[in-house]
């Protein structure tokens, strides 16, 4: 083969200038698409976390706010035996509030990977709030019709070191722009997690996800639904729950949700 010509195919093949869709949009747009409707600079929402274990379902509901440097703050209401635990993520930071010890413990490293309250959701999955364009650079492998929605396929490689997941693959409503559905993979390869995206509603300009499935790929027989009943974007949030000194105190502003 010519050098000439296989210098020009491989130009052809990599260029960023062809990681285009058939609408000639391209993959860095596509995620910054999805990240103006997922992050705001603030945000507060009730969800219910449904979690199956073979034939045993258990609901736990929380509260959870949130600012897009990352930093956020949750707590369960319900059941009564996980009332009042809270959570606070200051950037790559955890701290857990166990109210039946009175105790503040800090979570750090692979425990951040591990599950939250016994779900298919990890700490990090539950707790970040961020942009993947800063953690991921994005490549569209292909479309496809899911659910009778036109979708973008895009494969998600990780350019910092110490992700959760090192490769997504994602399925991209093309007219809302909402992940449908996303394959969480290990460097190795290996898939780790499966989350489909059940119901999907609009808030002003924004689409946003609210009922969601995640399944654990390394557990049996078990699921987790995370239903989205309350939500409010750009929202006054008090900086006194950003505080872990706060952690084992009532603060005054959470006691009109219980």
Request: glycine share 2%.
């Amino acid at each position: 083969m010519n050098k000439y010509f296989l210098l020009f195919l491989i130009f052809i093949l990599y260029s960023p200038f062809q990681i285009r869709g058939s609408d000639n949009i391209t993959a860095k747009e596509i995620v910054n698409r999805i990240d103006k409707n997922m992050v705001a600079n603030s945000i507060q929402h009730r969800s219910k976390m449904i979690i199956h274990q073979s034939r045993r379902i258990y609901e736990k509901e929380m509260l959870s706010f949130a600012f897009s440097n990352d930093t956020s703050f949750s707590i369960f209401l319900n059941p009564s035996r996980d009332r009042d635990t809270k959570y606070l993520k200051l950037g790559d930071n955890l701290w857990m509030y166990l109210p039946s010890v009175e105790k503040v413990i800090k979570i750090a490293g692979h425990m951040l990977r591990q599950s939250m309250m016994g779900s298919d959701f990890s700490y990090e999955d539950t707790l970040e709030y961020s942009k993947l364009i800063t953690h991921y650079e994005p490549k569209i492998v292909g479309e496809e019709v899911i659910k009778e929605r036109e979708c973008y396929i895009l494969q998600l490689t990780a350019i910092l070191h110490d992700v959760t997941y090192y490769m997504r693959k994602i399925w991209v409503d093309k007219e809302r722009f909402i992940v449908l559905k996303s394959e969480l993979y290990a460097k190795s390869g290996k898939l780790l997690k499966l989350m489909t995206v059940l119901k999907v509603e609009k808030y002003g300009d924004r689409f946003y996800p609210t009922h969601v499935v995640m399944e654990n790929k390394l557990r049996k027989d078990t699921k987790t639904e995370m239903v989205t009943s309350e939500i409010k974007f750009d929202v006054a949030i008090p900086e006194e729950l950003f505080s872990i000194r706060n952690l084992n105190r009532n603060i005054k502003f959470l006691q009109s949700f219980y």
